[in-house]
């Protein structure tokens, strides 16, 4: 699978590079947290990630003002499994170089995605990119087997936690998995196996060989 930039054109449908953040301080945080031995771990909120001076930074500038949670997901990952969305951007910062596997809202098609459609992209460390709300996107994916990858994760608060209670009145409230989270599983995803919507077709694409 080629694999762009997100410097490279073919990411601007997908979200954009911010700029003028310095982002030392929450690298160095993320490194101080143990990485799972396999796997991936996520965490909506994380109290050394939210005492660095970008926390309120990146709540001001880059969400206008609006509250917001800024924890991480790490941990070792080759493989798409799902997508998911939500109503805001989220904004990424990798520990080291990281690869964002992500497609648009707008290709699902009678509530499944082809993964053909999905396209690649890599990080550097430490630059903070905005993903779009209707860009699909799931756990980032290493580009060190031996290190994994670190990637911070800021959303507006509350993203990610219990989903809320509700009747669900058409498809697309069937697809979400918790709060302000609609989710597209692999059929061979675990997520999948749990319950969650199958609204992917297609290989569930594995990058190992092509970092």
């Not at 965490?43 to 990630?49: D, F, K, T, V």
Request: hydrophobic share 35%; aromatic share 8%; net charge negative.
């Amino acid at each position: 699978m080629h694999i762009y930039s997100v410097t490279d054109p073919e990411f601007k449908p997908y979200g954009k590079v911010l700029e003028g953040y310095d982002t030392t301080e929450l690298v160095a945080a993320m490194a101080a947290i143990e990485q799972p031995e396999e796997g991936t771990a996520y965490e909506p909120g994380i109290a050394s990630l939210e005492s660095c001076a970008i926390f309120s930074e990146l709540r001001d500038r880059a969400y206008g003002g609006m509250p917001v949670q800024l924890g991480m997901c790490w941990g070792h990952n080759t493989k798409l499994n799902c997508l998911e969305y939500h109503r805001d951007s989220e904004v990424n910062i990798g520990w080291k170089d990281f690869i964002l596997l992500l497609a648009k809202q707008d290709e699902i098609v009678d509530g499944v995605l082809d993964t053909g459609k999905v396209k690649a992209f890599r990080v550097p460390k430490g630059l903070p990119v905005e993903v779009y709300a209707t860009t699909l996107h799931y756990a980032p994916c290493h580009t060190c087997p031996h290190c994994g990858f670190r990637v911070a994760v800021v959303l507006p608060k509350g993203t990610n936690t219990d989903k809320p209670v509700f009747e669900a009145k058409c498809e697309e409230d069937g697809w979400m998995t918790a709060r302000n989270k609609w989710l597209l599983a692999h059929p061979d995803s675990n997520e999948a196996k749990n319950g969650a919507h199958i609204g992917l077709s297609g290989l569930n694409i594995d990058i190992k060989e092509d970092i």
